[in-house]
């Protein structure tokens, strides 16, 4: 029986791990846990992001959303941060290659960071969105919550930029704590 629980799982993780070096090849940018409850996408990227994969969501707008995650109740490394840009740091994501890797990363919770971020989901899940009854949750506005395939996404519309501004801090916590991490059972 032990066999054959260790065989399952090995050809879990190799079948997660050919997934995820697929998404690379095609030239999606992750970094990050490979199974988060919550993948922040960004669309907006610093040059230093452009750069360098590793550091996507690695400066202050990064630290501040695992701060907040963490404040929260996720685990320290519970997400996982995304490039709706491909690995050249200015193309697009196509909305088919975003919703693969969606499904690939398997979130509970996504969180578009930008307005950039935000487009390109719409544009990835504009059919299931289009099916909401609440118009700001189907339109993704910020801060609205938008139940699509099992899992919530949530568009913060510029948290890089509201860091400056205590106010638009405080804008950008009160729409995250709509985003507590789930309880069992779901």
């Known amino acids: 029986m032990a066999r054959d629980t260790h065989g399952r799982r090995d050809a879990c993780l190799a079948k997660a791990r050919a997934e995820l070096d697929g998404l690379a090849d095609a030239g999606v ?3 990050g846990n490979a199974f988060p409850a919550v993948l922040l996408v960004k ?3 610093s040059a230093t992001e452009r750069a360098c994969a590793s550091a996507l969501l690695g400066g202050v707008d990064g630290d501040a959303l695992r701060a907040a995650l963490s404040a929260l109740g996720y685990a320290p490394t519970d997400w996982c941060a ?3 840009l491909a690995d050249d740091g200015e193309t697009p994501l196509s909305p088919g290659l975003l919703r693969k890797a969606f499904a690939v990363i398997d979130p509970t919770t996504a969180i578009a960071c930008d307005e950039t971020a935000a487009r390109l989901v719409r544009e990835a899940f504009a059919d299931e969105l289009a099916s909401l009854e609440e ?3 189907a339109a993704l506005e910020p801060g609205f919550v938008a139940h699509v395939l099992g899992m ?3 568009n913060l519309g510029g948290f890089a930029d509201a860091l ?3 106010r638009e801090k405080q804008l950008m ?3 995250l704590k709509r985003l507590a991490p789930l309880g069992e059972p779901y």
């Open 82 to 84: 995304l490039s709706a």
């Open 135 to 137: 118009l700001p949750a």
């Open 43 to 45: 669309g907006e990227l």
């Open 173 to 175: 916590w009160a729409c």
């Open 152 to 154: 919530r996404l949530m």
């Open 164 to 166: 400056g501004d205590p």
């Open 29 to 31: 940018v992750m970094a």
